[in-house]
């Protein structure tokens, strides 16, 4: 189907498309009058042609495009020019990993995730794996953050009147105790009123680089 395995630009066909020929002979370009020649005999698509100058060229911000190839026919050169939106959802696709969803979600730069959901142009795939890692990365800080503050609402209730060193004293053996040592940390930071957010966040901390696409895919 159209668009089924869209990464970046979604297509609204299924075809190869001729984007040029080399004659066998003299191992030089075709001219494009030759190859549209050919491919009007042959019923075969071509690549659209278009008359612009380079300044036009870079300054094109096409929607749903990926780019234009800048064709020299004196000496054979060609010039590809990505638009500046491709370039934007190719770097997403290609240059995000587990880790640095993780590190948006630290940040709290939530804005930035909610916008490539919105996003028409990001692919399906894309939203399910992004979605995948937010929720996995999101339910690990759950559990880790609500276990704290399960095990902090049941601590020891102290007499007000005791000594600051001995209360702290008598809360940092129930805070270490084997059950609760993995949650210590966050424990204390509790009780001196700190925000433990960052602190959980860096307990769920992926080691994963491996990105949603490899570059070339």
């Known amino acids: 189907?159209?668009?089924?395995?869209?990464?970046?630009?979604?297509?609204?066909?299924?075809?190869?498309?001729?984007?040029?020929?080399?004659?066998?002979?003299?191992?030089?370009?075709?001219?494009?009058?030759?190859?549209?020649?050919?491919?009007?005999?042959?019923?075969?698509?071509?690549?659209?042609?278009?008359?612009?100058?380079?300044?036009?060229?870079?300054?094109?911000?096409?929607?749903?495009?990926?780019?234009?190839?800048?064709?020299?026919?004196?000496?054979?050169?060609?010039?590809?020019?990505?638009?500046?939106?491709?370039?934007?959802?190719?770097?997403?696709?290609?240059?995000?990993?587990?880790?640095?969803?993780?590190?948006?979600?630290?940040?709290?730069k939530y804005e930035t995730i909610s916008g490539w959901f919105a996003d028409p142009l990001i692919p399906d795939s894309f939203k399910k794996w992004l979605e995948e890692v937010t929720t996995g990365l999101g339910f690990q800080f759950s559990e880790i953050f609500n276990t704290a503050l399960k095990i902090f609402g049941a601590r020891p209730i102290l007499d007000p009147f005791m000594p600051y060193k001995e209360s702290r004293k008598a809360l940092a053996a129930y805070f270490t105790k084997e059950e609760n040592r993995k949650y210590s940390g966050l424990l204390f930071g509790l009780l001196d009123g700190k925000d433990i957010k960052p602190s959980v966040w860096k307990m769920v901390e992926p080691s994963g680089t491996t990105t949603f696409k490899v570059d070339g895919e």
């Not at 060229?57 to 190839?69: F, L, Q, Y």
């Not at 054979?76 to 995000?96: A, C, N, S, W």
Request: include cysteine; proline fraction near 4%.
């Open 1 to 108: 189907m159209p668009g089924q395995n869209k990464i970046v630009v979604d297509y609204d066909f299924e075809s190869l498309l001729c984007l040029g020929m080399v004659s066998h002979q003299s191992a030089k370009e075709v001219t494009r009058s030759e190859v549209e020649q050919w491919c009007r005999a042959n019923e075969f698509p071509i690549v659209a042609k278009f008359s612009k100058s380079l300044s036009e060229c870079i300054a094109d911000d096409r929607k749903n495009a990926e780019g234009v190839v800048l064709t020299y026919p004196s000496s054979g050169l060609k010039i590809k020019i990505k638009i500046p939106q491709y370039v934007q959802l190719h770097r997403v696709l290609t240059g995000l990993n587990v880790r640095s969803v993780w590190e948006l979600l630290c940040e709290n």
